[in-house]
């Protein structure tokens, strides 16, 4: 299994900053997602990061709103832009473990909450 | 597309009781199917997981799953609950034969034991 860190484990902001949060993982993995889990509710993929390549949003998140980096194999970074109360969740990156065609599964971090004031 | 239906959002049970969390899904191929549990203010955990070998899945802590094709469904089960198994849990699927390998989670169940 990967191990997966996240910083900062949680912050509060003010509406209209941006905050930047980092993903490292153990391994070199090829992709790396970003999800959201808004206050009791379940998780919603934002998008998809493959290393050296733009990163995949899911319908309703953009570019502009939450740009991603993803610079090496073992690394990403998602930034919340223009904050609102509305973006107050639980940001959680995850990772692939290993061969996806041999059924392995996606491993999570432990997530960064956001509260936007 | 793929989506997948917890049918229960809130599940309280005697602990020493049998739990079952059910989950139906839909995928217009063949699914990778898992079960998560998300603890207070902790990360998420795999319990189990269906990747198209046996049908009868065993996972961590006594949990296990069945999937069954003709009924769409993956539920979980226990058979004697603890006060430990308190937690959400996300039932989940997969499409790995179309390449995307994002996971599609369901709305959670919120069990609760009761002593």
């Known amino acids: 299994s990967a191990v997966i860190s996240q910083k900062p484990s949680r912050d509060i902001c003010q509406r209209g900053t941006s905050l930047t949060i980092q993903c490292q993982v153990d391994?070199?993995?090829?992709?790396m997602f970003w999800y959201r889990q808004q206050p009791g509710q379940s998780l919603t993929l934002i998008a998809t990061a493959n290393q050296g390549s733009e990163a995949t949003y899911e319908s309703g998140f953009v570019i502009d709103k939450f740009p991603i980096s993803r610079p090496n194999l073992t690394f990403s970074t998602l930034t919340v832009s223009n904050m609102s109360p509305e973006d107050s969740s639980i940001y959680l990156c995850?990772?692939?473990?290993?061969?996806?065609?041999?059924?392995?599964?996606?491993?999570f971090g432990p997530g960064t909450r956001l509260l936007v004031l | 597309a793929q989506s997948v239906t917890q049918l229960d959002s809130h599940v309280s049970v005697s602990e020493g009781t049998p739990v079952l969390l059910r989950c139906n899904y839909s995928?217009?191929?063949?699914?990778?199917l898992f079960w998560y549990v998300q603890h207070p203010n902790k990360g998420l955990q795999l319990l189990l997981k269906?990747?198209?070998?046996?049908?009868l899945v065993k996972g961590i802590n006594g949990f296990e799953a069945e999937f069954k094709k003709s009924e769409t469904s993956f539920h979980l089960t226990k058979p004697s609950a603890h006060m430990s198994d308190a937690a959400e849990y996300f039932c989940?699927?997969?499409?790995?034969?179309?390449?995307?390998?994002?996971?599609?989670f369901g709305s959670g169940t919120r069990l609760q034991v009761q002593p």
């Open positions: 989940v699927v997969s499409e790995r034969d179309t390449g995307r390998r994002a996971l599609t």
């Open positions: 995928s217009s191929y063949s699914p990778s």
């Open positions: 391994s070199q993995v090829t992709m």
């Open positions: 995850s990772v692939d473990s290993g061969s996806w065609l041999a059924g392995e599964t996606q491993y």
């Open positions: 269906y990747t198209s070998a046996a049908t």
